[in-house]
Each structure stands twice: as C-alpha cells, then as structure tokens.
C-alpha cells in the first residue's frame, strides 16, 4: 500500500515544467488517510454492532450505484464541481456501505 500511495504522489508531486507540486501530494496522502481512518472506523463498527446489516444493504448498495452512474453520465456534459463534490460524497458512502456489509 505504501508504494502505491508513494508512486501516486510522485505522479502528482511535479508539474510538467518541472517544478515541484506540494498541492498534488498533499492532496493524495489527506486522501489515503482519510480512507484509512473511514476504513478502521468502519471495520470497528462492524465487528463490535449487533445489528444486522446484511438484509437492507443489497437494495440500497444498487441504487445508490444507478445514482451513481446517472450523475457521472450527467457529469460529462455538464462539468460542474458541486456536482463532482456530490459524486465524490456518493462514493464515499458507497464504499462505507460495501465495507459494512462485507464486514
């Protein structure tokens, strides 16, 4: 996992000119630490809960994935960055989903 995250920000940590680009590291290593700590978070969850996740999940995982895929069409044409804020967010909680029902 590490040199994955190192190799990605040695991609984004240089701009064509060859200066160096701090924003694009940075911006990489919040990412990777964020779904560290939603991933722990999660996975504590989901081992500690009685609750039983499992019957709700399948639904509600395939509709959000069909939101999903109508918004990164809708994407496309549009360009817009609040609505790649709310994909960005519809993934994010795609992902908890997928994580607490496989958990």
Same mark, same amino acid.
């Not at 701090?22 to 609750?51: E, P, R």
């Not at 999940?57 to 069909?66: A, C, E, H, Q, Y």
């Given at each position: 996992?590490?040199?994955?995250?190192?190799?990605?920000?040695?991609?984004?940590?240089?701009?064509?000119?060859?200066?160096?680009?701090?924003?694009?590291?940075?911006?990489?290593?919040?990412?990777?630490?964020?779904?560290?700590?939603?991933?722990?978070?999660?996975?504590?969850?989901?081992?500690?809960?009685?609750?039983?996740?499992?019957?709700?999940?399948?639904?509600? #995982?395939? &509709?959000?994935?069909? *939101? %999903? !895929?109508?918004?990164? $069409?809708? =994407? #496309?044409? &549009?360009?817009?960055? *609040? %609505? !790649?804020?709310?994909? $960005?967010? =519809?993934?994010?909680?795609?992902?908890?989903?997928? !994580?607490?029902?496989?958990?």
């Amino acid at each position: 996992m590490s040199y994955l995250v190192s190799a990605i920000c040695a991609t984004y940590g240089w701009h064509a000119d060859g200066t160096q680009n701090k924003i694009g590291q940075s911006i990489v290593l919040l990412a990777a630490f964020m779904t560290f700590v939603m991933t722990a978070a999660i996975t504590f969850y989901a081992c500690t809960t009685k609750d039983d996740i499992t019957l709700c999940g399948t639904g509600m #995982i395939v &509709v959000l994935i069909i *939101a %999903l !895929l109508c918004l990164t $069409i809708m =994407l #496309i044409f &549009v360009q817009s960055p *609040a %609505l !790649l804020a709310i994909i $960005i967010c =519809l993934m994010l909680i795609i992902y908890g989903f997928f !994580l607490l029902y496989d958990t």
